[in-house]
């Protein structure tokens, strides 16, 4: 090769290799002023603080009742935990707050949010009241079940608690119920007559019909009423329920079925101003809470 070709492609060769090498190095520089800057901050999800909502709730049972006053603490501790506690139920069993029947009062004048009792035990404020706990020979768990979701019940209800400015929710059902203790044997109609027998709802009016004498009473009160002699009879459920409040103690006499409940639904009562001022998605997590 001759010098002046040599020299030429060399030039060329040297040319090419500097640009490459400024090339490279001018990758490098960014690199290096990519290094310099600051790595931007990484944004935090935002987070959307929300109130806590405050609830008082009352009932018609005794702390730890089986099924009924249990059933009734399970429903505070699953809406709260279904919220994160951000919806708090400070719950309240018969007599901590008011008394029993005093439930109703409570949350209608909106001095507590929520009672979970049954609600013939607001027969005298309005008869109606009765047919959504339990009508004698009248519908079975699930058939009322089936009535208040598809068949107008839950509207029925509605308007009928709207005139105390309540709104119900249906939370259980204690499902087919035993007629009751005696203390005496009973073999006929006529054996009911002046019996003196705690029976709320239409249940106590069918055996008003039948010559005795119906009085209601909360589960609290049933024992010493009984073992006293103040009542000659009670209903309340069933073996489970009954054995705890110890029934078998104060009456010898225990018979089956009970033709007063076969399937007796259990209530959320909710101050209805409370409820209407809700989110919608509120709302539904109180009703899935109580379902």
């Given at each position: 090769?001759?010098?002046?070709?040599?020299?030429?492609?060399?030039?060329?060769?040297?040319?090419?290799a500097a640009a490459a090498a400024t090339?490279?190095?001018?990758?490098?520089?960014?690199?290096?002023?990519?290094?310099?800057?600051?790595?931007?901050?990484?944004?935090?999800?935002?987070?959307?603080?929300?109130?806590?909502?405050?609830?008082?709730?009352?009932?018609?049972?005794?702390?730890?009742?089986?099924?009924?006053?249990?059933?009734?603490?399970?429903?505070?501790?699953?809406?709260?935990?279904?919220?994160?506690?951000?919806?708090?139920?400070?719950?309240?069993?018969?007599?901590?707050?008011?008394?029993?029947?005093?439930?109703?009062?409570?949350?209608?004048?909106?001095?507590?949010?929520?009672?979970?009792?049954?609600?013939?035990?607001?027969?005298?404020?309005?008869?109606?009241?009765?047919?959504?706990?339990?009508?004698?020979?009248?519908?079975?768990?699930?058939?009322?079940?089936?009535?208040?979701?598809?068949?107008?019940?839950?509207?029925?209800?509605?308007?009928?608690?709207?005139?105390?400015?309540?709104?119900?929710?249906?939370?259980?059902?204690?499902?087919?119920?035993?007629?009751?203790?005696?203390?005496?044997?009973?073999?006929?109609?006529?054996?009911?007559?002046?019996?003196?027998?705690?029976?709320?709802?239409?249940?106590?009016?069918?055996?008003?019909?039948?010559?005795?004498?119906?009085?209601?009473?909360?589960?609290?009160?049933?024992?010493?009423?009984?073992?006293?002699?103040?009542?000659?009879?009670?209903?309340?459920?069933?073996?489970?329920?009954?054995?705890?409040?110890?029934?078998?103690?104060?009456?010898?006499?225990?018979?089956?079925?009970?033709?007063?409940?076969?399937?007796?639904?259990?209530?959320?009562?909710?101050?209805?101003?409370?409820?209407?001022?809700?989110?919608?998605?509120?709302?539904?997590?109180?009703?899935?809470?109580?379902?």
């Amino acid at each position: 090769m001759k010098r002046r070709e040599f020299i030429k492609k060399a030039g060329v060769g040297a040319v090419t290799a500097a640009a490459a090498a400024t090339g490279i190095a001018g990758l490098i520089g960014c690199a290096k002023e990519e290094e310099k800057k600051p790595a931007a901050k990484e944004m935090a999800p935002a987070v959307q603080t929300q109130k806590t909502i405050e609830i008082t709730m009352v009932t018609t049972w005794g702390r730890d009742f089986p099924g009924l006053g249990t059933g009734a603490q399970r429903f505070a501790k699953r809406l709260s935990d279904m919220t994160n506690g951000r919806m708090k139920v400070n719950y309240f069993a018969a007599g901590e707050r008011v008394k029993a029947f005093d439930s109703f009062d409570e949350v209608a004048s909106g001095n507590a949010q929520m009672y979970h009792g049954a609600e013939y035990y607001w027969k005298g404020k309005h008869p109606g009241f009765a047919y959504f706990a339990a009508v004698p020979f009248g519908l079975t768990y699930s058939e009322l079940n089936s009535w208040m979701r598809f068949g107008g019940g839950q509207e029925l209800w509605d308007e009928l608690s709207a005139e105390f400015g309540v709104k119900g929710l249906v939370t259980g059902n204690t499902g087919s119920q035993m007629g009751g203790w005696f203390r005496k044997e009973i073999n006929s109609a006529d054996d009911l007559k002046g019996l003196k027998m705690r029976i709320p709802g239409l249940g106590g009016d069918v055996m008003a019909k039948l010559g005795a004498s119906p009085v209601s009473l909360p589960g609290g009160q049933i024992y010493e009423n009984l073992i006293a002699g103040s009542i000659d009879a009670t209903e309340w459920v069933g073996p489970w329920n009954d054995a705890f409040m110890k029934l078998y103690e104060a009456a010898k006499y225990y018979y089956y079925p009970g033709m007063h409940e076969p399937g007796s639904m259990l209530a959320l009562g909710i101050n209805k101003k409370w409820w209407d001022g809700l989110a919608k998605s509120d709302q539904q997590i109180i009703e899935a809470a109580a379902s």
